[in-house]
């Protein structure tokens, strides 16, 4: 059975880095048994996206913002583990 991967495309120029790096330990802590693999990928022009297995589950661009721990989780458990209870993170 492959393993998901998940890749977090941060903006060096606007040094999120530590970001990416907050949000790729939340989501081992969270989903360790179920991710392959996470990838942080150096980026530019403002860029901050999270795929899982190629597809975009997350763009600052479009959305405006930068995502919560919580809504990434969710979405991820929603491809990888459905069914899974997140605890807090669900309520």
Not at 13 to 38: H, N, P
Not at 40 to 68: H, M, N, Q
């Amino acid at each position: 059975m492959r393993t998901p991967r998940l890749e977090i495309e941060y903006c060096t120029q606007c040094r999120w880095l530590l970001r990416a790096g907050w949000i790729s330990q939340e989501m081992l802590t969270t989903f360790g048994a179920e991710l392959g693999e996470v990838a942080i990928v150096p980026g530019s022009g403002g860029v901050f996206e999270v795929r899982l297995d190629g597809e975009t589950i997350f763009s600052r661009a479009a959305e405006g913002r930068f995502p919560e721990s919580k809504e990434l989780k969710q979405a991820i458990r929603d491809r990888i583990a459905p069914g899974r209870d997140l605890g807090h993170s669900d309520r």
